[in-house]
């Protein structure tokens, strides 16, 4: 008498494992995309806070803030910091404004624009209205009413 197994899987059975994997793939991508977008968000509330650092160390060396235009530059040419971060989904630079009168800034403005509704920085940060006296140098105030900009001041 010959007995015989029946050995592997049917066409159905690989079928519906690849649907369920594929399933669970798309899931586990949809999740995995919101955390890159709180990461992302993340690094530019500690690259803000960063700049704010420098631009404090360069205040207490120069007795202003740099204008828009040098900003970048005095801050890594003097030392205050090795390289002024950009965002990370971008590459573009932070938007910033000194704030005062001709070339001396006594103050400034600094902000990013994060992708998540609702991220807990929001509610602390200054969500400031244009201000008058932009320094000599460029740099454009904001105007207070993006709803996601991350935005700073001394």
């Not at 494992?17 to 990461?39: Q, T, Y």
């Amino acid at each position: 008498m010959k007995t015989s197994y029946k050995r592997g899987f049917t066409l159905i059975e690989l079928l519906v494992v690849i649907a369920i994997i594929g399933i669970l793939s798309s899931v586990v991508l949809a999740s995995l995309n919101s955390a890159r977008k709180k990461g992302r968000d993340a690094r530019r509330v500690a690259d803000i806070k960063q700049i704010q650092l420098a631009l404090e160390l360069y205040y207490d060396a120069n007795s202003n803030y740099p204008t828009a235009a040098q900003y970048a530059a005095n801050l890594v040419s003097q030392g205050f910091i090795s390289a002024v971060p950009t965002d990370p989904l971008t590459l573009a630079s932070y938007s910033y404004s000194g704030l005062g009168s001709g070339t001396t800034c006594s103050s400034y403005h600094l902000g990013a624009t994060l992708e998540t509704t609702g991220h807990s920085a929001l509610s602390a940060d200054i969500d400031a209205a244009a201000s008058a006296g932009i320094c000599t140098g460029g740099g454009t105030d904001f105007d207070g009413t993006a709803a996601l900009v991350y935005d700073v001041k001394p």
